[in-house]
């Protein structure tokens, strides 16, 4: 199974768990009346939107290059992150609204046993899905499943403040349910920026592997003179490398071109996630040392 189809594969089972919990969260939440949890519940469905984008850019990103993307498609699962920081911003839209809307008239919350339990049992599933989809997001290098684990674990703090309010209901004080929608709301916000940080520094070719480790392992290779230029990019399971090797001026072309394939597999050996190495073979200049 390629790495595609397994990422594609945790999607699939946290949906499913996503769909369940929100449903839960919104159903109690809206027989309630409270905010916190329907607002909970909405942006648990969110998380279930995301993974059908997911699905999607997985899809896309999956397909082999063609004359228009000589490159391949990864950068789609990459995009498939900003559709995600999109969401949770639209998410965070919709609860203030509903919450600047309770302030203008008094609500009552009906707190039971029950409410503690709903929420108790997406807690658990909640943990459950951040640490699977984490540990998933490592091994599998993936972007989008290490993103979708942010947003998986925001949920957890999220649910916390609603279990918060509702004791507060519980208390005589409903209005802290409010104050509680707004606390969501700047989890979901910081969450969102955070999302396209992340996706922003795989869009512009941010530098990925620092060039002293790089240059390191090239001039551990007998033959090479030099190493400079080197510059990195792509997402963390996709690495692409281009440097320029200095070599013996009097070096036949066949020998340089075959020291070049030497160091790109010492590279890829020594970064497992590097994909391609471009390399610009150039005769040694000890004035360009000084």
Not at 7 to 21: D, E, G, H, K, Q
Not at 77 to 82: A, G, M, Q, R, Y
Not at 135 to 164: C, N, P, Q, W
């Amino acid at each position: 199974m390629t790495r595609l189809n397994k990422v594609r594969r945790v999607l699939i089972y946290t949906l499913l768990l996503n769909i369940t919990v929100a449903a839960g969260k919104v159903f109690y939440g809206y027989s309630i009346d409270s905010i916190s949890m329907l607002s909970d519940g909405f942006h648990s469905f969110f998380d279930g939107a995301s993974n059908v984008i997911g699905l999607f850019g997985i899809w896309i990103a999956s397909q082999p290059p063609d004359k228009d993307h000589p490159y391949g498609h990864r950068k789609y699962e990459t995009l498939s992150t900003i559709a995600i920081a999109v969401l949770i911003f639209a998410a965070g839209i919709v609860i203030l609204r509903e919450a600047f809307a309770r302030m203008q008239s008094a609500h009552t919350i009906e707190v039971t046993f029950a409410s503690f339990i709903v929420m108790g049992i997406t807690l658990m599933v909640n943990i459950g899905v951040m640490k699977y989809e984490t540990r998933k997001g490592r091994e599998l290098k993936s972007d989008f499943l290490i993103a979708d684990a942010m947003h998986t674990k925001a949920d957890i703090y999220i649910s916390l403040s609603v279990v918060i309010s509702l004791i507060a209901a519980k208390a005589g004080f409903p209005e802290v349910d409010i104050i509680a929608a707004f606390i969501i709301t700047v989890f979901i916000a910081k969450m969102g920026f955070e999302i396209l940080k992340s996706a922003a520094e795989v869009l512009t070719d941010s530098s990925r592997i620092n060039p002293e480790e790089i240059k390191t392992v090239a001039m551990n290779i007998e033959g090479v003179k030099d190493c400079h230029g080197i510059r990195t990019r792509g997402n963390e399971d996709c690495i692409n490398i281009d440097l320029h090797l200095q070599v013996d001026p009097d070096q036949k072309i066949k020998d340089a071109h075959k020291l070049a394939h030497t160091v790109e597999a010492a590279i890829k050996k020594a970064f497992p996630s590097v994909a391609d190495v471009i390399t610009h073979i150039e005769p040694f200049n000890k004035n360009r040392l000084k």
